[in-house]
């Protein structure tokens, strides 16, 4: 789900496009090749073990564990998302956070795109690490979109890409 306009917005003062209200996590949108899913997996695994993440001070929806691929668990390349202790759910939007819960929600790619974030809220460091200037340069190259906090208005905070309802 996204607004009549296509808009998807972090929180803001404005109401405009809430991705939180509209059911949405916060995810970051890559193209893996199927070749190199298996090494994607391991990755994820290793920062996010037992699908538990790393900014634990964040709650809600919206910051529940999630994956997207092609297919979702139907697809080929689930089998390759096992790991142990962790049990792999069906994503169908708008679900609850799953801090401590060892869920992770997979959703089908096709029907749940991601939406590009604000150029405000990607390139920047996070609340616990800071990733260094040539990082945060990258803003530079982030499209604007027409939400408050990249229109000057009434801003929100931060997200990188977040999967739809």
């Known amino acids: 789900q996204a607004a009549a306009d296509g808009l998807v917005c972090y929180h803001n003062g404005a109401g405009v496009a809430d991705y939180g209200k509209m059911g ?6 890559l193209s893996v090749p199927k070749e190199h899913f298996a090494e994607f997996a391991a990755r994820f695994w290793q920062l996010c073990p037992k699908g538990q993440r790393q900014d634990v001070q964040d709650l809600g929806g919206e910051y529940r564990s ?3 691929v092609p297919g979702g ?9 096992h790991s142990e202790g962790v049990q792999l759910v069906d994503g169908r939007g708008n679900e609850d956070d799953t801090l401590n819960s060892h869920k992770v ?8 795109p991601a939406h590009v974030a604000e150029q405000f809220h990607q390139f920047h460091d996070d609340m616990m690490e800071s990733y260094g200037g040539d990082y945060n ?3 530079r190259f982030a499209v604007k979109t027409k939400c408050p906090g990249d229109a000057g208005g009434p801003g929100g905070f931060w997200r990188l890409f977040s999967l739809s309802e």
């Open 24 to 29: 949405h996590a916060e995810a970051v949108s």
């Open 66 to 68: 999630v994956i997207g």
């Open 73 to 81: 668990l139907q697809s080929d390349l689930a089998s390759q998302l």
């Open 105 to 112: 929600l997979v959703y089908d790619s096709t029907k749940f």
């Open 137 to 139: 340069a990258l803003q």
